[in-house]
């Protein structure tokens, strides 16, 4: 310690702030502080990450970086406050990874086809018990559908009901805050936007559902089953479901940066409060993004994939890699189950995910030649600042300043 010190969208009630967590003035440096390691032949992937998040203003974040299984570059930028210090991020810290949960998720259902206690043709409405007398194409949702985001659900048409919790509060005549019930009362109860199976449309609802299945199906907590059956045997332990709140933060976690602020919704004050803490009910998120993780737990997490293993069968793999029955886009790539996919130029798969929540940015891609790579940022692009996504080719773009890859695994040393 030191002493002292794109996918999802802001609510339209958002109004700007001071912002929270950006690095303070006393603390500001022609480079971010940093810590973990970078080989000298990997060098080019830190330099794009220093002037990443100097361009950005951005207080913390991490980079794990791997080739052929083996991670090779590991390191955390900046410090976070906690009470009476000021904390440097390392490579093991834990940040809101959003939608990256996404990956999880849909690995958990796949083992529990795997093991025989599910069908992904399995009907969604009969699983959970819904009724379809809203509409009856609900009974046309099956996990396929739920994971490849073809269920009928569109944010932009009703509004993403991960962020919709005042009305839902209010149209069920419950306080806040909303749980998981209350959610699925007020979207069942209500018309699909459109026939499940005929569009791709990105649904954070239809992933919430999915921990319900794995709930329900396991008997099991989602925390516990995804920890127990798929991070543990494989030697991850760090990941676990975050909280709304600041004051609930755990002690390696960092703190959240936005200039944006919401009224709560994890309480009935109406208080206003910075977005990141409170604007959204993020264990509500669990299954569809309310992960903490690091980027190593992420890159190492990236691993399962790679190969049959204790974890996922090779039959598992191909389907979570499988193409839907429609929404292939224009330059070949597909959403499978929990990953976006393309075919690469050496023959294989390139997949990848985003994450993306107020006080939150996060990336992971597993590429050609064996490269993967994972970067986990305190904030998001908000107006003013320039734009995130582009830590994608960014990224790829450092892969070619590599000249010859290192060859000690750094891997033992963080788990």
Known sequence: ????????????????????????????????????????????????????ITERDISCAQLAVAKNGKILLARGYGVYSKPGALVRVQPTSLFRIASLSKSLTAAAIVRLVQDGKLTLGAKVASLLGLSTTADPRLANVTLWRLLQHLGGWDSAVSKDPLFNDQTISASLGVPLPVDHADIIKYVTARKLDFDPGTKYVYSNYGYMLAGRIIEKVSGMSYESYVRQKLLAPVGITRPRLGRSLRAEAFSTEVTYASKLTSKSVVDQSGAVVPFPYGGFNLPNMDANGGWLASAVDLVKWGFVFNAAGPVLNSTSLSRIFAKPETGVTGNGSWYGLGWNVRTNNAGGLNTWHTGSLPGTFSFLARVQNGVSYCAIFNRRAEAGTPDFDSIDPILGEAISTVKTWPTTDLTSKYF
Do not use: N
């Open 1 to 52: 310690m030191l002493s002292r010190r794109r996918l999802l969208q802001a609510s339209a009630g958002a109004v700007p702030a001071i912002a929270l967590g950006t690095r303070p003035a006393w603390a500001a440096a022609a480079e971010p502080l940093t810590t973990g390691v970078v080989p000298s032949a990997m060098a080019g992937f830190d330099k794009a990450m220093k002037t990443f």
